[in-house]
């Protein structure tokens, strides 16, 4: 399982061979079965984890009662409600394995012991960092000044693997749509291209 941080490390950047045995003494590894959650409501979140195999998502319930997808993480993506890792206050998020999962895990505090021991990891860390960081900006613009179709078109382009494997009414809430709009899109879309026809969703009880 850590071979695989090994080779997204190396294709990220240049850790020495002492760093790296940092990084593996920091880290614990973690199976998480379909459906558990690896942080509730209410709770601290105190790790961040790296995705090794599987698939989760970030989700807060609204005043609406309703379930609002914050991000999802597969294969080689880290996942932590970091708001509240950064900051040590109880989070109002939940994250939940979708699939049969494996990750690596670092708690708070070798996290910061290893960003302070190892210059190089923590380089790239703060480079994607920074990279979340715009990408996050860019959803939001998009959300407040693009029409759904192409919030939509952009998704299946963007993440097709996502878009195979995750539940279109999840796909709807990440992309700030109701059900129904997002099976409005999907069909106009595939009239106008094609080519989307051969990504097949997960169906996940939106048709």
């Avoid at 070798?110 to 380089?123: S, Y």
Wanted: proline share 4%; glycine share 4%.
């Amino acid at each position: 399982m850590f071979a695989t941080l090994i080779d997204y490390l190396h294709e990220k950047g240049k850790l020495t061979p002492e760093e790296m045995e940092l990084v593996a003494n920091a880290s614990v590894q973690k199976k998480v079965r379909k459906n558990q959650y690896l942080l509730e409501e209410g709770e601290v979140s105190d790790f961040v984890g790296f995705v090794v195999k599987g698939s989760f998502r970030l989700f807060r319930i609204g005043d609406d009662k309703q379930e609002h997808v914050m991000r999802f993480a597969i294969e080689n993506w880290w996942i932590s409600d970091f708001t509240s890792f950064m900051s040590g206050q109880p989070s109002n998020c939940y994250i939940e394995a979708l699939e049969h999962s494996e990750l690596i895990r670092f708690s708070k505090e070798k996290w910061d012991n290893l960003l302070a021991a190892a210059p190089n990891f923590k380089q790239i860390i703060e480079a994607l960092t920074a990279k979340n960081f715009e990408a996050h900006q860019n959803r939001i613009f998009s959300t407040i000044s693009e029409p759904a179709e192409v919030r939509y078109e952009k998704f299946v382009r963007d993440y097709p693997t996502l878009y195979n494997r995750i539940p279109l009414y999840m796909i709807a809430s990440f992309l700030g749509l109701t059900r129904e709009t997002l099976s409005r899109v999907r069909k106009q879309s595939i009239k106008r291209s094609p080519e989307v026809s051969k990504v097949s969703p997960r169906k996940g009880g939106l048709s």
